[in-house]
């Protein structure tokens, strides 16, 4: 069990990045969040969890170990792999999700990419209980504010990770741009697209769909 992980980062993208420990680069899967965070060049350590299969290894990783307690937690559930779990984590907090199944928000559930009416009935079922309560008073499940951008290379980028997370390329485009439109009324700034955000802005704007 690979806990946690300090190194040098060497590569960040919208799904992944590789950190330097000791001369070995670790691949590691996690949030737009927590890679939103990170900076090539600069130290980092994130909280870690080993998924093993029989083909792969996979090292998922977090800003903050309460992420990586839900992030194994949830995978509890039938039909949760760790994809999904992530996803999870990349729409909603951590006390977002507590909150989702406490209140049996089917709605905030199933804004998670890979979730359906189905499955968001039994994360509510198989999860009650297993997280703990929401901090009392603490933030909704809200994406952080998009600020009104311009900036094709960025916006290429959250179209590709929308892509990769299952969205047919014409749909993701339009996702984008809407995006970007409705955070952009009104501004005048022209400032550049913050790439996590915009990420975030978009998966609970599809939610489960994918066509």
């Known amino acids: 069990m690979i806990a946690s992980l300090t190194g040098t980062v060497t590569h960040v993208t ?28 600069e130290r980092a350590q ?24 839900v992030f194994e937690t ?14 999870m984590l990349a729409v909603l907090t951590p006390d977002a999700l507590r909150r989702a199944v406490a209140t049996e928000d ?6 998670v990419p890979g979730v359906g009416p189905k499955s968001a009935q039994r994360l509510v079922l198989e999860l009650g209980g297993k997280l703990g309560a929401p901090a009392a008073g603490g ?12 900036g094709d290379p960025a916006r290429e980028q959250v179209v590709e ?3 990769g997370l299952g969205w047919p390329t014409k749909v993701a485009q339009d ?14 700034d022209g400032g550049p ?9 978009a998966l609970r704007s599809l939610g489960g769909r994918r066509g």
């Not at 949830?74 to 760790?82: C, D, E, I």
């Not at 089917?106 to 804004?111: E, S």
């Not at 996702?175 to 005048?188: F, I, P, Y």
């Open 14 to 41: 919208l799904e992944r990045a590789v950190l330097d420990v000791g001369g070995v680069g670790y691949l590691v899967h996690a949030t737009p969040g927590t890679l939103a965070g990170l900076r090539v060049g």
């Open 46 to 69: 994130l909280h870690t969890t080993l998924v093993v299969r029989e083909d792969s290894m996979t090292v998922f990783g977090f800003a903050e170990a309460d992420e990586r307690e």
């Open 74 to 87: 949830a995978q509890s559930v039938s039909g949760v792999g760790p994809r999904i779990a992530l996803a």
């Open 106 to 111: 089917l709605a905030a559930l199933r804004r």
């Open 139 to 150: 933030p909704d499940e809200a994406a952080p504010a998009v600020p009104a951008a311009t």
């Open 161 to 163: 990770a929308l892509v």
């Open 175 to 188: 996702t984008v741009d809407r995006v970007l439109a409705e955070a952009g009324e009104g501004a005048e």
């Open 193 to 201: 697209v913050d790439v996590s955000a915009t990420l975030r802005a």
